[in-house]
């Protein structure tokens, strides 16, 4: 794995115009950034991402069926009692998942390490499974980028054949805020890949989504909806006034309410538990935990709720290297081993490794000259180079 600098194409903002790729620039400077790529061998893709991907996976999958069972479990990830019954029936029904994000510390060096799965509401999605493939094709046929070079990114085709096999009806509605320039942008990707997929994929925003009488949440013409995906995070869905209508009614969510145990931290010390010492993790504990001093004096703090690096603190021999401002922590804490993203020219690299359904389908990576990554992170294209 390795950082190589190359010129930007100089027409690449109006290719991102004509692909509909409008987020690409932050309003300080840039998101989508093609100055470098990141090179991987096809074993580090394999060997070091793909293959623990598709065991720390099926690992957590393990923990929503331990999870759905136990109120004590469920309890300590900070979901609202009266969500116990959405979360548990969900999974008792086979809900089916589109889609998820596993974060992981990898270098090239050593075994990937998890440090959180954005299980719920992960973006980054439409740059991964379309752009960054763009760009590939655009700089191979420049003959800009190795002849050969390839890419782990079967993302597109991945999500269209999900989205046909769902089996939640011929309608899928998508909702999201409007005002959000990424939400809105990877909502629209996926209603794309939902008609592709042979369905009627309306959007509807947010905050017009109400309870019908009966229980169905409907979209802002009253009409029912029978399947929505949303933007939304699920612990904002359970604290919202209609939160208690989630299990009985009768829609059906993507991603589904047992997705919840998963986008929370408190994952990270409950895989811990289920498998100590297993390479791809990190010592991971409940901040209220005694068993935390385990960790030393060398430590991440993370809201079970964070996103985007909210609220983080990073900690070594003591002292507070880094840390991020946000609106998370009231719900509680866990404290997880530090590992610290390679650098590479100065900067911090996450790899984003994505799921759909339960099967790896590719690769992002954002990187900053923070150690923590947060939402004003770079999104880099990557290769693989034998």
């Known amino acids: 794995m390795r950082r190589v600098a190359i010129p930007e194409r100089p027409d690449w903002r109006a290719r991102a115009a004509e692909a509909g790729f409008s987020f690409h620039t932050f309003p300080d400077g840039p998101y989508w950034d ?4 990141y090179a991987f061998t096809l074993a580090e893709i394999e060997d070091g991402i793909e293959a623990p991907t598709r065991e720390l996976h099926a690992l957590c999958l393990a923990f929503a069926a331990q999870a759905v069972r136990d109120e004590a479990i469920l309890a300590s990830l900070a979901i609202p009692e009266h969500a116990w019954d959405a979360v548990a029936a969900s999974f008792r029904r086979r809900d089916p998942s589109l889609y998820g994000r596993l974060d992981l510390c990898y270098g090239g060096t050593g075994p990937a390490k998890l440090l959180e799965y954005n299980a719920d509401t992960p973006t980054a999605l439409y740059e991964s499974a379309v752009f960054q493939w763009l760009w590939l094709e655009d700089g191979l046929a420049a003959g800009r980028l190795p002849a050969g070079a390839d890419q782990f990114n079967a993302l597109h085709e991945r999500l269209i054949a999900r989205l046909a096999e769902l089996d939640l009806g011929d309608t899928l509605a998508f909702a999201c805020f409007p005002d959000a320039p990424e939400d809105r942008g990877t909502v629209a990707y996926l209603q794309d890949c939902a008609v592709q997929a042979g369905l009627a994929a309306p959007f509807v925003p947010v905050e017009r989504i109400g ?25 904002w869905m359970f604290a919202d006034t209609f939160g208690p209508a989630i299990g009985p009614s009768p829609t059906r969510f993507l991603e589904p309410p047992w997705k919840a145990v998963l986008s929370n931290k408190g994952l990270l010390p409950h895989l811990w538990r289920m498998a100590p010492g297993h390479p791809n993790l990190l010592p991971a504990y409940f901040e209220d935990d005694p068993a935390k001093a385990r960790l030393g004096t060398s430590f991440v703090k993370k809201p079970l709720y964070s996103r985007e690096g909210a609220n983080i603190l990073l900690v070594r021999d003591g002292v507070l290297v880094e840390r991020d401002e946000g609106p998370y922590g009231a719900e509680g804490h866990v404290r997880q081993a530090l590992a610290e993203l390679p650098a590479f020219d100065g900067r911090h690299a996450l790899v984003g490794s994505w799921v759909v359904g339960d099967e790896p389908a590719g690769l992002c990576l954002r990187e900053e000259a923070r150690r923590i990554t947060t939402d004003r992170a770079r999104f880099v294209p990557h290769l693989i180079v034998d």
């Open 211 to 235: 309870l019908a009488p009966d229980g169905r949440f409907v979209d802002g013409a009253d009409a029912p909806l029978a399947a929505l995906f949303k933007l939304y995070p699920w612990e």
């Open 34 to 37: 093609e100055s470098a790529y």
